[in-house]
């Protein structure tokens, strides 16, 4: 089991009041979503979740357990990883050794990126698994800056995945893709489905309404609309805004 849930968070940045009462609760191998215009507070709420930003009132609960205002290495090992809009990757290093150096495995036995993750046998078998995972067999020994867009998206997804997460949370993982590797990353996202707790924040409405349970629109620091994506297409508000403009 793994729910996420956040309660009436407030945060402010300076006079600035960016998330003002944001509650939002993503259930256990759930697909949900949230999306809203640019500046409406959506990657805070992430940064609130993962721990990068601690709220001024509220709480964020794992499966119950107030996580609120911990570092995100410690929300991280109690299962919850994420993607970012700006990848970060280790250019120079190999989409195994990438995915190798994210597994507890390579932590727990000293794993040195000078030496080479896959040194650690079971990191690499469990990296290659991952791998294969999200698309990339064969890809192993290609160092991340030699990958297509595309197949980074996915190796980014990979490395957030070899921590065994129980929540994954997905920062605009469009961004940047064209149609093809578009739909290569929807059917991905599409296969884990139903194994974890999943959360995106996406622009590509066609993407979001396509896969997620449930969406929660954010705007102004505050969640104005949430539903199934079929009660959120007939929504006043998301019909008159760009963001109802599918294709």
């Not at 507070?41 to 794992?62: A, D, E, I, M, W």
């Not at 896969?211 to 539903?227: F, K, M, N, P, T």
Request: aromatic share 6%.
């Amino acid at each position: 089991m793994a729910t996420l849930e956040a309660r009436r968070l407030h945060l402010r940045f300076g006079d600035r009041v960016v998330l003002e009462d944001i509650s939002l609760t993503f259930p256990d191998r759930r697909f949900s979503g949230i999306m809203g215009p640019n500046g409406a507070g959506k990657t805070t709420s992430f940064n609130v979740l993962t721990g990068r930003y601690r709220p001024h009132r509220g709480q964020v609960l794992l499966d119950g357990e107030d996580i609120t205002g911990l570092p995100p290495r410690t929300i991280a090992r109690k299962g919850v990883s994420r993607s970012f809009q700006t990848m970060n990757l280790f250019n120079d290093f190999s989409a195994l050794d990438n995915v190798a150096v994210a597994m507890p495995e390579s932590r727990a036995n000293g794993f040195s990126l000078l030496g080479g993750a896959r040194k650690v046998s079971a990191a690499a078998d469990k990296a290659e698994q991952v791998l294969a995972r999200v698309g990339l067999r064969g890809k192993e020994h290609v160092r991340a800056k030699n990958l297509s867009y595309g197949d980074r998206r996915a190796l980014e997804i990979g490395v957030a995945l070899a921590a065994d997460p129980g929540v994954l949370c997905l920062d605009e993982p469009t961004s940047g893709l064209g149609r093809e590797a578009t739909a290569r990353l929807a059917e991905l996202v599409g296969s884990l489905r139903g194994t974890l707790t999943l959360i995106a924040i996406e622009h590509d409405m066609e993407f979001l309404f396509s896969l997620a349970d449930s969406i929660a629109v954010i705007h102004w620091g505050q969640v104005i609309a949430r539903g199934t994506p079929a009660e959120l297409r007939e929504n006043p508000w998301v019909k008159n805004s760009n963001l109802g403009k599918l294709k």
